[in-house]
Nanobody
Framework: QVQLVESGGGLVQPGGSLRLSCAAS????????MGWYRQVPGKQRELVAT???????TYPDSVKGRFTISRDNAKNTVYLQMNSLKPEETAVYYC????????WGQGTPVTVSS
């Protein structure tokens, strides 16, 4: 079956960095658009970054220049490097795989706090 397993979340101070990973199995990884989203309780899930099979990336203005998404098709893994983190970016971060179907991971919590 399809699994997306996120890791790398945790507690970080404001201005700090974290690198999230998402390991995929059960899908032909290289054909999927991979994405990272985040959600705070009571709010809608929001897009953080996407990377297409050809490597093209998209980011909302709120994270552009600070976050970098990348993928390793040989390892079926997508990464999110997050720099200069802000307290308001505390959320559960979710991995998404999108092609003809949509798959989600279970999420990894990120807390930005001093």
């Amino acid at each position: 079956q399809v699994q997306l397993v996120e890791s790398g979340g945790g507690l970080v101070q404001p201005g700090g960095s974290l690198r999230l990973s998402c390991a995929a199995s059960g899908i032909i990884f290289k054909i999927y658009i991979m994405g990272w989203y985040r959600q705070v309780p009571g709010k809608q899930r929001e897009l953080v970054a996407t990377i297409r099979p050809d490597g093209r990336t998209t980011y909302p203005d709120s994270v552009k220049g600070r976050f970098t998404i990348s993928r390793d098709n040989a390892k079926n893994t997508v990464y999110l490097q997050m720099n200069s983190l802000k307290p308001e970016e505390t959320a559960v971060y979710y991995c998404n795989a999108k092609a003809t179907q949509d798959y989600w991971g279970q999420g990894t919590p990120v807390t930005v706090s001093s």
